[in-house]
């Protein structure tokens, strides 16, 4: 298979890769980023630690690679139109029009009622293609009660069984 | 938070970071490999490109360490048991007992009747922790025709809504 073929079965292929939906942030120079996301894996619990692949086009790619830390926000189901604000035409400062944020003692923007917020110090990166891993080393956490996340699968979102 | 503090709470985040079940396959030195896994995430599509995290003690380590090519393959809701036969105390070929496994020309097993199957090679490792992360050049798919893929979240096994 060429290249160009196998990125449109890996886009098909991938949809079958259902994820958790997050939204990654990180405050830098005074300014808030927002983005959603499903590129994010848990990576080891020692240390504790999590990954998250971040296009170097993308707006948050610049305060992460000056080393910000972030924080992943595991959407809540009922959270889908703060995933549509912070992954469409909407930018800057605007994503954050919906939803309570507050920032971690880390830095970073929390959402409140988020299945959970997890805070992370920037530890390291690898840059792989039109992307860049960063790795996350876990410095705060906060869970909600109930799990119900919403999930991205087969181009929509929805909650699981 | 201590790291072990820390640790216990992202266990708890990580219940609600829903994530499709794979089974991640190598083939080396004429052996089968087979191991569940959540840790798996997309990467870029310039090159087609995936990562797994893979902890340096499981058995399947060793040969994606040598260099070995490995296939994702996504399993159905359907596949469950074959995703606790793949995780369990059942070890090295007998994980193969269940399913059609059918060798990708690449090398490692694919699975028929999974979601999709996407086959890489073994571009680079980065350790991190317990962890090793392999990023995977994807050389060969194989999709499903219905998007229906098993999920893992809160600690038991789902489907999508």
Not at 47 to 56: D, E, G, H, K, R
Request: proline share 4%; aromatic share 4%; glycine share 8%.
């Amino acid at each position: 298979m060429q290249d160009l073929d196998i990125a449109v079965e890996l886009r098909t292929a991938l949809r079958r890769l259902a994820k958790a939906v997050v939204v990654i942030t990180a405050m830098h120079d005074g300014r808030r980023y927002a983005m959603a996301a499903t590129a994010v894996s848990e990576l080891s619990m020692d240390p504790p630690s999590i990954l998250i692949c971040v296009n170097q086009s993308a707006s948050l790619h610049s305060p992460l690679d000056a080393g910000a830390p972030f924080c992943v926000n595991i959407l809540d189901a009922a959270q889908r139109t703060i995933a549509e604000r912070c992954s469409g035409a909407i930018k800057g400062e605007d994503r954050f029009g919906e939803g309570e944020w507050e920032l971690a003692s880390a830095g970073p923007p929390m959402l409140k009622g988020a299945q959970a917020a997890i805070v992370c110090r920037n530890e390291t990166s690898v840059v792989f293609g039109t992307h860049r891993i960063f790795i996350g080393q876990v410095v705060d956490i906060r869970v909600g009660d109930l799990a119900d996340p919403l999930v991205y699968v087969d181009g929509r979102y929805t909650r699981c069984a």
